[in-house]
């Protein structure tokens, strides 16, 4: 019985790692092009969300529309972002960044705030559901495990065989290299930071499909720390890495849960998020040092 | 050098703070308004210590507010029914927050300290949450009901003695410490410490090359800076609101206010903090009148501006124009 | 008794070998040049010395003592000083400030205390001239002015080896042979020993050596009194090739 539960949670938490992979991987993105950590990296998800929401309950649309709709507005705003912001720091001391990517996912977070209030809102999709013994899967979560495997998949074919992803590619390698060569690299990392934005906010809408509740302005917190562990997981460059490393992340967060709630007297849900946390700190420990540090 | 120019700086510091104090004590009805400008300073001064001088960013910090907090709750509550302590279970109460903040800053130190730069930062993301996740999940201290010592505080020193403490003593508390850390900053700006530090913040390779043990000299900040935030938790969150609960005392919003008051002072300055502190309190204050809850709105984009535009802040910035004058002794 | 000694070291990257089997000897207060074209491994064996890299064999000594896993911050204390291509002194604090922070974490003695180190670092602004400069923030000087600055940090240490990393790069021809002499000067009333790092011949340099150390893909090519290394086929060969049989 506790197997069949522990079987069927597994399987949850790997559709579930699938969408935090695929929300991961802008994050991954953007380190991996321009060497920046996005800490309002939460709040670009959130953004997500909300336009989710606001298709679905506003438009009366579904989530599936809300995802073109979401990349497009994430990749305006990850231009607005670049060019206003991010491109005069590129010479800055990395706190510079730190700082930046923070303060913006707290106006993020406040303009939503203003716009849409603070309460906790949601919607509801009904698409039926798909039983499979162990568990019971929504459509919707099961479309929003395909979508990101889907979008991780399209990442790969653009990344490795248009023009556009091998300039990116190029200044990954060698940044300098790639500007003899040719290559405009300030304009390739205004296309990877706006594609890394972009991807963050589809992941929002994808996020919805799985957990259409709970939606409000300060949602994005917990879904950075998230997304960091299952970077670091996943090698914190690689875009690929962080959608396996979500997966691994899922499958833990869930497998997780349903041991601590056998446990009398722990409260499952606070420690599986202390979880999240305990792992960052021990990959951090027990990677070798030398990995980390190199920039 | 001489030695009268070394403590100049701290004569302007005492000047901001004797003021705010004598407003607030003087001035019917300004009392609040102070108290809440003394803590923006004293958080500015405290945060100011690791990030202003190392150059690091802890996005973590509120840990140590609330486990001061957590230090002097669990010595009221704990310790109340022991007679003949009195005022003395305050004092533990400081006491035992600052050696929490000291055990939680070596804990989290040991593992972040040795990451660079933005892998420190990704490290700290968590500590505030994870560490309420493991209080809740675990139950520890009451886990999610935290601690209510509002009874126990009153037995502990009476209840006209728990009533100025909470309205008016823990607040002279919080200046004293504010003074404190502008002392200890001092201190350290002007020893081997603080030009370890400054190296450490320029050029961490260089820093090592030229001798310095860099880890040692940031985990003196971390410490130092982790353990001023627990005594004023324990003074302006514990004995103001004898209630301790875990989601308020964790909240990010409390180091998203220090980082922007220690930016828009002037990070690794000494005035600075002072500075970002009072025009962050006021303007909050003012604006809670005409957009309560949305201070965060106008402060977000100021802080994006300011690092792009004036990294140094107003400090830094009048630093620059005074360096060369007489003035120049008094600002730094 | 030999101030610096490696024996054998090699230092590897992954697949690339930067550094192969090197072995070398510097006596106290000698000044010796390394020579190598880009990629030869200069940088990387200056690493090794300074503590930035350990290597995967062999060791390091200075005054006979093992240093090769010693961390870089330790060394500076025993006496190892360095300088870098691009010079980088610490911008946000004056040039007082950064000689004497040098000062206060080199070489252990009174001037490890910050009084005693500013002290040391007016000393050195006078010898170095740069009394003008004195309170001034190091970033925002000319890169002459920096790397006299870097200089005097670096003598502030009080160091027994200073490694001097492409000491002459981004140097007016006119100022070279004032800058090498003020060096060898300096260096010969501390009794520093010099190690110098260039990339090409530099007649300058490598006049005022007693010994050239040409370095080739990682490996050791010559070893010799300088007239000697300079007069070699071999690194006739290594920067200019073979001649073309016609």
């Known amino acids: 019985m506790v197997l069949e539960q522990l079987l069927g949670n597994l399987i949850q938490g790997l559709v579930l790692g699938a969408v935090y992979g695929m929300a991961t991987m802008g994050l991954s993105l953007i380190f991996g092009v321009l060497r920046i950590v996005n800490v309002g990296h939460g709040a670009f998800i959130m953004v997500g969300a909300f336009i989710a929401l606001w298709t679905f309950n506003a438009l ?82 099961l479309l929003a495990c395909v979508g990101s495997a889907a979008i991780a998949l399209l990442l790969y074919f653009w ?14 390698d ?82 997780s849960y349903t041991l601590f709630a056998l446990i009398p007297g722990v409260e499952p849900f606070a420690l599986t998020r202390f979880l999240s946390f305990a792992m960052l700190l021990v990959i951090l420990l027990i990677r070798p040092t030398g990995i980390l540090k190199a920039k | 050098m001489n030695g009268s120019s070394k403590y100049a700086p701290l004569i302007p510091v005492a000047v901001v703070y004797a003021a705010l104090f004598l407003v607030g004590r003087y001035t019917p009805g300004f009392w609040q308004l102070m108290a809440t400008l003394l803590f923006y300073c004293a958080l500015g001064q405290a945060f100011n210590i690791f990030l202003g001088l190392t150059g690091y960013v802890d996005f ?21 029914d022991h007679p003949g302590l009195g005022w003395g279970v305050i004092a533990l109460g400081f006491l035992l927050a600052l050696v929490m903040a000291t055990l939680l800053s070596m804990a989290v130190g040991a593992v972040a300290l040795r990451l660079r730069g933005a892998y420190f930062a990704i490290a700290t993301v968590g ?20 601690i209510i010592f509002t009874a126990q505080l009153n037995q502990v020193l009476g209840r006209d003695a728990a009533s100025a403490v909470s309205t008016y003593w823990a607040d002279v508390m919080v200046l004293v410490i504010a003074v404190a850390a502008a002392v200890v900053t001092l201190l350290y700006m002007r020893s081997r410490i603080g030009y370890a530090l400054v190296a450490l913040r320029e050029d961490e390779d260089a820093a090592k090359v030229m001798g310095i043990n860099v880890t040692k000299y940031k985990i003196i900040a971390f410490i130092t800076s982790a353990c001023f935030a627990g005594l004023i938790g324990a003074s302006s969150w514990a004995l103001k609101t004898p209630y301790v609960f875990p989601p308020e005392v964790f909240e990010i919003h409390y180091t998203i206010e220090a980082i ?36 965060l709105l106008i402060f977000a984009p100021i802080i994006i501006v300011i690092i792009v535009v004036f990294p140094e802040g107003v400090v830094g910035m009048l630093k620059k124009k005074t360096r060369h004058t007489a003035l120049g002794r008094y600002i730094i | ?31 010796v040049g390394i020579v190598g074209p880009n990629g030869s491994g200069k940088t990387t064996l200056f690493n090794v010395i300074s503590g930035v890299f350990y290597p995967e064999e062999g060791r390091v000594l200075f005054e006979d003592r093992d240093i090769t896993r010693l961390p870089p911050y330790k060394r500076a204390p025993l006496g190892i000083g360095r300088t870098f291509q691009i010079p980088r002194p610490f911008g946000s604090a004056t040039v007082l400030e950064n000689i004497a922070i040098g000062a206060m974490f080199g070489r252990r003695d009174r001037s490890s205390h910050v009084r005693h180190a500013f002290e040391v670092a007016d000393g050195l602004i006078e010898r170095l001239g740069l009394e003008e400069h004195r309170n001034k923030e190091a970033g925002g000087l000319q890169p002459v002015e920096k790397k006299m600055t870097e200089i005097g940090r670096a003598l502030a240490m009080r160091p027994k080896l ?22 060898k000067r300096i260096a010969g009333e501390e009794g520093i020993a010099i190690v110098a790092m260039v990339e090409h011949i530099m007649r300058a340099v490598l006049g005022m050596a007693e010994k050239v150390i040409v370095l080739h893909q990682g490996a050791k090519l010559v070893d010799e009194s300088t007239e000697i290394a300079l007069s070699d086929p071999r690194v006739v060969e290594v920067y200019l090739g073979r001649p073309r049989r016609t």
């Not at chain 1, 231009?79 to 991010?86: A, E, G, R």
């Not at chain 1, 299952?230 to 992340?249: C, D």
């Not at chain 3, 790069?169 to 003020?182: E, K, N, T, Y």
């Open chain 3, 1 to 31: 008794m030999s101030l610096l000694r490696l024996e054998n070291v090699t230092k590897r990257f992954g697949g690339l070998i930067a550094v192969s089997q090197v072995s070398l000897e510097i006596a106290p207060g000698q000044f």
């Open chain 3, 162 to 183: 200073l490694l001097m990393d492409e000491v002459m790069a981004g140097m007016h021809p006119s100022d070279i042979d004032r800058m090498v002499a003020f060096i």
């Open chain 1, 60 to 141: 009366g649309l579904s989530p599936i529309v809300a995802l073109p709709l979401a990349f497009v507005v994430g990749a305006a705003l990850g231009l607005l972002f670049y060019y206003s912001v991010i491109q005069r720091l590129l010479q800055a001391p990395e706190l510079a960044t730190l700082l930046v990517t923070f303060s913006m996912g707290v106006l993020l977070q406040e303009v939503v705030k203003l716009i849409f209030g603070s309460e906790f809102r949601g919607y509801n999709w009904p698409v039926g559901k798909l039983d499979l013994g162990l568990t019971v899967l929504p459509y919707s979560k």
């Open chain 2, 127 to 146: 500590v505030n949450e994870g560490f309420r996740f493991l209080i809740e999940g675990l139950r520890i201290w009451n886990g999610s009901e935290g």
């Open chain 1, 159 to 172: 990344v490795n065989r248009t023009r556009a992803g091998t300039a990116m590619r190029s200044v990954v």
């Open chain 1, 174 to 255: 060698d940044r300098v290299g790639a500007q003899v060569c040719g290559v405009n690299v300030n304009r390739v990392f205004a296309m990877s930071f706006a594609l890394g934005i972009a991807l963050t906010v589809t992941s929002g809408v994808l996020l919805t499909m799985f957990i259409p509740v709970g939606i409000n302005p300060y949602m994005g917190g917990g879904y950075t720390l998230k997304a960091f562990v299952i970077a670091v997981l996943g090698g914190l460059t690689s875009p690929y890495g962080a959608f396996f490393g979500g997966l691994v992340f899922g499958l833990i967060e869930n497998g």
């Open chain 2, 260 to 295: 922007i008051i220690v930016l828009l002072g002037g990070a690794g300055t000494l005035l600075g903090p002072i500075v970002g502190g009072l025009i962050y309190g006021i303007s909050k204050y003012y604006l809670a009148v005409i957009i309560p809850g949305f201070q």
């Open chain 2, 60 to 80: 973590g910090y509120v840990a140590f507010l609330g486990i001061g907090t957590y230090g002097m709750a669990l010595c009221v509550s704990r310790l109340a």
